[in-house]
């Protein structure tokens, strides 16, 4: 079996002088601007105190400026250079990542076709979701490949219905607002026996700059000259969300600045408002948390997997089902920001979902 990796490499050029970029630099920021200390930083990056503050050094001489600052008895914090640097490396992470992975499964399938191999494992395509990646990981500790691609729920479920995938991941809000999704998305299942599997309720409202300068409260207070959002992408379960508030809110979309300004993933969006290049966007509070910026929650909504009901059978679905439904796991999505776990055990089809929420 043939697996691919595609990676972004970054070549910084000054002067005449050029260098490749290596990640274990934004690991180490990202470790500082959290602990203040460097030995827990190289230790948590699993290199010596010595490799770390050569690479950090390193890289401020060629930069021309210094990426921390240390200060006795009160540990180390980034500088302004230090933090547009991690800011800049996170927001390629979480941005780039879902396409160059979505990428590199697509170039994997074909060549072990051609191969004879088969496919590359269970195919899922999933709206962006922290639990998910959580199940893919237990997956592989079993031996068991997911192959997971980034998509809007409308998107995730279209291929279920085309059969591009195994399992689609989306999700519908609680309350009045859910019945309206489900609508749409009941339509794109109809005339197929689909079963869906509750993985998570998850809290999702507005991601603010740290301590809310701008005293945004809901999503009417988005809109004006002077405020900026950053969106989800077209076809995410998120933005059909975001839309239904505004409408529900009476907020014109016109009205927004920054409104077709779109990323694939919350972490993508939280990255931006961390970075200060937007004011406000609408997502995950455990993304908001990654990224140690403020959040205004709005709605729960609930995440599912949904399963053709003629896949029920293949071993690696039964042993997703068997990992959904494990303590262990359940867990570890319960101590995810604003996420509770699902029952993770009843399958049930769509018309029994909406008439929970």
Request: aromatic share 6%; net charge neutral; proline share 3%.
């Amino acid at each position: 079996m043939i697996h691919v990796d595609l990676r972004a490499v970054w070549r910084v050029r000054s002067g005449e002088a050029e260098r490749e970029l290596d990640q274990m630099l934004i690991t180490l920021l990202a470790s500082l601007a959290q602990s203040g200390k460097l030995t827990q930083a190289a230790r948590a990056a699993g290199i010596s105190y010595r490799h770390a503050w050569n690479l950090i050094d390193g890289w401020g001489a060629f930069l021309g400026q210094p990426l921390v600052e240390m200060h006795r008895g009160k540990g180390t914090r980034l500088t302004a250079l230090g933090e547009r640097v991690l800011w800049a490396g996170r927001r390629v992470q979480s941005r780039l990542a879902p396409e160059l992975d979505g990428l590199a499964s697509d170039f994997a399938r074909e060549v072990n076709r051609s191969l004879g191999g088969g496919e590359a494992g269970l195919v899922v395509h999933a709206s962006h979701d922290f639990a998910v990646a959580l199940l893919r990981e237990r997956l592989a500790a079993r031996g068991i490949e997911m192959d997971l691609q980034s998509r809007g729920s409308f998107d995730a479920l279209a291929s279920l219905m085309r059969g591009d995938c195994v399992v689609a991941g989306f999700h519908m809000a609680e309350g009045p607002l859910g019945p309206l999704m489900a609508r749409r998305y009941a339509e794109g299942l109809a005339g197929r026996d689909v079963r869906l599997l509750l993985l998570a309720q998850r809290r999702q409202g507005i991601l603010v700059a740290r301590g809310n300068p701008r005293r945004i409260r809901s999503v009417a207070d988005l809109a004006g000259p002077d405020r900026c959002i950053v969106n989800r992408q077209r076809g995410s379960g998120t933005r059909a969300l975001f839309e239904f508030l505004l409408s529900e809110a009476g907020v014109d979309r016109a009205l927004l600045r920054g409104y077709d300004n779109e990323e694939i993933t919350h972490s993508a969006v939280a990255a931006l408002v961390a970075g200060r290049q937007a004011d406000a966007g609408f997502g995950l509070e455990a993304a908001a948390t990654r990224f140690s910026i403020d959040f205004v929650p709005v709605v729960t909504d609930r995440y599912f997997l949904a399963v053709d009901a003629d896949s029920l059978a293949r071993r690696d679905v039964r042993a997703l089902l068997e990992e959904a439904a494990d303590p262990a796991w359940r867990a570890a999505v319960d101590a995810l920001p604003g996420y509770r776990s699902g029952d993770g055990t009843r399958l049930v089809a769509i018309a029994d979902a909406v008439a929970a929420l």
